[in-house]
C-alpha cells in the first residue's frame, strides 16, 4: 500500500522559511513524476512544483525562484524548500505521487496517491 505522509509545515512571518518534507512507504519517488500542491479554503487546489525520475523540475509562476522541490533516494522523502515566504503562501500543502505521464500546468486529476497534508501559516 502506497502512503505519504507531509511534515515540516507550521507558522512563520514574512520573508521566512520552512522546509516540508514527504516520506513515502510501499512508492519510489525517484519512480515517476511527484509535486506539492497546495490549497487555501474556499479556493481550488494549486500545483506548486513537480520533479520527474531525472531530477527535472517545474515550477509555479507564483513561487518560481523562492520554492525549491528535491527528492532524497535513500531517504525516499520528498521536499520543498520555501524561502521568501509570503502572506499568499497560506494553504495547506500535499504532496503527491503520479503513475504516469502528467500535464503542465499541473492536474491533480493525474496524480494518484495524496499525503493527509499540512499547514503552512505566514502573516505580515
Known amino acids: 500500500q502506497v502512503q505519504l505522509l507531509e511534515s515540516g509545515g507550521g507558522s512563520v512571518q514574512a520573508g521566512g522559511s520552512l522546509r516540508l518534507s514527504c516520506a513515502a512507504s510501499g512508492y519510489i519517488v525517484s519512480s515517476s513524476y511527484m509535486g506539492w500542491f497546495r490549497q487555501d479554503p474556499g479556493k481550488e487546489r494549486e500545483g506548486v512544483a513537480i520533479i520527474d525520475h531525472a531530477d527535472r523540475t517545474n515550477y509555479a509562476d507564483s513561487v518560481k525562484g523562492r520554492f525549491t522541490i528535491s527528492q532524497d533516494n535513500a531517504k525516499n522523502t520528498l521536499y520543498l524548500q520555501m524561502n521568501s515566504l509570503k502572506p499568499e503562501d497560506t494553504a495547506i500543502y500535499y504532496c503527491?505521487?503520479?503513475?504516469?505521464?502528467?500535464?503542465?500546468?499541473?492536474?491533480?486529476?493525474?496524480?494518484?496517491?495524496w499525503g493527509q497534508g499540512t499547514q503552512v501559516t505566514v502573516s505580515s
Open positions: 503527491a505521487a503520479a503513475k504516469g505521464w502528467v500535464r503542465w500546468p499541473m492536474n491533480q486529476a493525474d496524480f494518484t496517491t
